[in-house]
């Protein structure tokens, strides 16, 4: 290989060069097609069904068909617009010890001005977020112009964003509440964390992890709408600590209030970070206060280089967002099934019994008619035709006034004990039903049970196929990928490639 200029800036010529070009190329051109494979499955599988059942309120596919994102929360004072600042190599959030910025702000690449120095070229309010279908933020429209009043997108043309976006959140706090703010603050982060391939939870020494909407994202928000594996915590600031001890006890600390947030025995791994830059800045602090910084390491490119590899598992996150959807809603149509079939039964044998006891009560008024013909003078045939008549009458009583009666009594019923419409023999069936059977509940509840069963069926069979066959295809795609060889690390290729394929 010849090369001219510095290996960062490296420019290749020759045949080994177009070799790399070509390796590189056809690697980002088989990435984009399993990931339109991806959107177009779950388009034309998944959504309908989801839509119809009222497991989304959106179409599915709005979730993956945007690009990798990194999601960042934390109390207003830990930190994360220095820390998205020093991503960026630029100040482009503001900072400060108060709350700065109360908006959920998007970050992405603007690849129109790239000759000039790092700054926002563009900046674009809620509304227009909201309902331009190129971004995947369909679903916050339902938390109200409060919310879209402080959510913003600003586009950089910073290099750290050309494959993937970052988003900033308003500082977590204690004393405010969801109604204060206007909207429902932890809906809006599980919402934005069901779409992000990487959360990063930030706490600073002050506050380490003691803040109410902090302990609640932790408890209940993130566990339910995220995967372990995709958080990432970060202790920030540690430059502010007086001193190794004081350091000490703050990790402790931390350690303490998350194994008791999350529940877990194993304390999860803890980024050490703090700003070089900001730490320089602290002049009324001496060598003797913070002397004890070079004993550590500073683990902030550590962390900048895991928000750097979320592209590189993103595919990955969009194989497990098909798997897990297409299971949870082919756990619900299999309820749905389940319930159709036991209504169908029900009306068999409730039918069956209406025909008996009206056959019984016939033949009864027949028999008491037939003791009181001598008295009456009725002919044979009047009895008959008064036994089909109560007979008759029972019947149509019994498929119209109590069948409705009974029917409601059945559905009360199986509502009462939706765990029994499916199996639960593991714990995985166990964790999907947790997360459909509301949405099971509401539309029997919305319906009344009234459906289609052979639909249900057609609809079930297919979303079947798509958890079973689809994912594998999708995995054995992913597989041959990993084989295709790589030699450049993506941000180490030739600009000119890099530009025209982000």
């Known amino acids: 290989m010849v090369s001219n200029g510095s290996e960062e800036g490296v420019s290749y010529v020759g045949t080994d060069a177009i070799t790399k070009r ?76 108060a709350p700065t910025d109360d908006s959920f702000t998007i970050l992405t690449y603007d690849d129109s001005i790239t000759d000039e120095p790092v700054r926002v070229t563009e900046e674009r309010d809620g509304k227009f977020l909201l309902y331009d279908p190129e971004y995947p933020f369909e679903r916050l429209r339902k938390h109200g112009q409060r919310f879209a009043s402080h959510f913003k997108l600003k ?5 750290f964003l050309k494959n993937l976006a970052i988003i900033d959140t308003p500082g977590m706090l204690d004393s405010i509440t969801e109604r204060d703010r206007g909207y429902d603050y932890q809906e809006v982060v ?33 566990p339910s709408k995220t995967f372990e594996d995709r958080i990432l915590f970060v202790l920030n600031r540690i430059d502010e600590c007086s001193s190794l001890n004081d350091l000490l006890r703050v990790y402790g600390t931390l350690c303490w209030n998350l194994s008791q947030i999350t529940g877990r025995k194993d304390i999860p791994m803890i980024h050490l970070t703090y700003s070089p830059q900001a730490a320089s800045e602290k002049s009324h602090k001496s060598d003797a206060e913070t002397g004890f910084l070079k004993f550590l390491e500073n683990q902030r490119d550590l962390l900048k280089k895991a928000v750097m590899e979320t592209p590189k598992r993103h595919l990955d996150h969009l194989a497990t967002f098909v798997e897990t959807h297409s299971d949870r809603l082919s756990h619900l149509l299999e309820a749905l099934v389940s319930y159709g079939k036991q209504l169908r ?134 597989s041959e990928l990993s084989t295709i060889r790589h030699d450049r690390q993506d941000n180490t290729m030739p600009a000119s490639t890099v530009q025209a394929n982000s």
């Open 190 to 222: 599980g919402d934005l964390a069901q779409i992000v391939d990487l959360v990063l939870v930030l706490f600073d020494p002050h506050k380490a992890g003691t803040v109410r909407e902090a302990h609640k994202s932790l408890r209940e928000t993130l």
């Open 155 to 159: 586009k950089v043309n910073a290099p």
């Open 345 to 478: 039964m029900f009306y068999v044998k409730y039918t069956f019994v209406g025909i008996l006891a009206s056959l019984f009560l016939g033949t009864s008024a027949a028999f008491a008619m037939m003791n009181i013909q001598a008295f009456s003078g009725f002919g044979s045939k009047t009895l008959i035709g008064a036994g089909i008549t109560v007979a008759a009458g029972s019947l149509a009583l019994w498929m119209t006034v109590l069948r409705k009666y009974f029917r409601r009594t059945f559905h009360l019923k199986v509502l009462n004990d939706a765990d029994n419409l499916t199996p639960l023999e593991t714990q995985t069936r166990r964790d999907n039903w947790e997360a459909v059977k509301d949405y099971v509940l509401n539309f029997l509840k919305k319906s009344e049970g009234r459906f289609s069963l052979i639909t249900a069926k057609r609809e079930y069979m297919d979303v079947q196929y798509i958890s079973k066959e689809g994912s594998r295809e999708i995995r054995e795609g992913m």
């Open 22 to 97: 070509e390796n590189y190329m056809y690697r980002e051109n088989y990435i984009n097609s399993l990931r339109a494979e991806l959107v177009a499955m779950v388009a034309d599988h998944l959504t309908p069904v989801a839509m119809k059942y009222g497991y989304s309120d959106v179409p599915l596919e709005s979730n993956i068909k945007w690009r990798p994102q990194v999601l960042l929360i934390g109390n207003y004072s830990s930190g994360k617009s220095q820390l998205i600042n020093d991503f960026l190599e630029a100040n482009i959030q503001a900072t400060g010890q």
